[in-house]
T-cell receptor, first 109, second 117 residues
Framework: GQNIDQPTEMTATEGAIVQINCTYQ??????LFWYQQHAGEAPTFLSY??LDGLEEKGRFSSFLSRSKGYSYLLLKELQMKDSASYLC??????????WGAGTKLIIKP | GAVVSQHPSRVICKSGTSVKIECRSL??????MFWYRQFPKKSLMLMAT?????????EQGVEKDKFLINHASLTLSTLTVTSAHPEDSSFYIC?????????????FGSGTQLSVL
């Protein structure tokens, strides 16, 4: 079956760095997404990886290893506004998005 | 890099009206575009696959007459929500397939938040 695993909740300190991991198993693979979602709001697109490696975009970076079925989202210089849920989603061979349950990130002062 | 422009980003309309959402690939030709919708507290779901010059392929459970998709050119696809009702309120996002050098990938629009009153 198809499955996405990511931690349910993580806590980090303002100004620090946090890495949110995601492993996936899908029938076919056309890329992996990371979204940020604040409570009650629509998800915000953060990144899309289809090739192996690290892609950096400001304070956020996303890494993909297709051979390992693994990705992570790296957040640097954490700010209080980064407190949100982070959703990992893989695109399967039919271009359907397979979603993880999301990781709730709590930032403490 | 490749950019997909989706417009509008947010729309509020009255029940019974129709709303059109545009998705443009700005610097590449996209023979295939995809339309997704997020249901409340659920994941983004693929609604339809749009191929330039042909009819869109809809996923099971998606009403073709309700969600009209037109892909008239290689850079533009539109989604029209006809006779919108409050239950159509959702987040809609498009994506376009493109790229060169054997590294084809999807590029996503920024999404449209539709609120039907």
């Amino acid at each position: 079956g198809q499955n996405i695993d990511q931690p349910t909740e993580m806590t980090a300190t303002e100004g620090a760095i946090v890495q949110i991991n995601c492993t996936y198993q899908t029938s076919g693979f056309n890329g992996l997404f990371w979204y940020q979602q604040h409570a009650g709001e629509a998800p915000t697109f953060l990144s899309y990886n289809v090739l192996d490696g690290l892609e950096e975009k400001g304070r956020f970076s996303s890494f993909l290893s297709r051979s390992k079925g693994y990705s992570y989202l790296l957040l640097k210089e954490l700010q209080m506004k980064d407190s949100a849920s982070y959703l990992c989603a893989a695109l399967d061979s039919n271009y359907q998005l397979i979603w993880g349950a999301g990781t709730k990130l709590i930032i403490k002062p | 890099g490749a950019v997909v422009s989706q417009h509008p980003s947010r729309v509020i309309c009255k029940s019974g009206t129709s709303v059109k959402i545009e998705c443009r690939s700005l610097d590449f030709q996209a023979t295939t575009m995809f339309w997704y919708r997020q249901f409340p507290k659920k994941s983004l779901m693929l609604m339809a696959t749009s191929n330039e010059g042909s009819k869109a392929t809809y996923e099971q459970g998606v009403e073709k007459d309700k969600f009209l998709i037109n892909h008239a050119s290689l850079t533009l696809s539109t989604l029209t929500v006809t006779s919108a009702h409050p239950e159509d309120s959702s987040f809609y996002i498009c994506s376009a397939r493109g790229g060169t050098g054997g590294h084809e990938k999807l590029f996503f629009g920024s999404g449209t938040q539709l609120s039907v009153l």
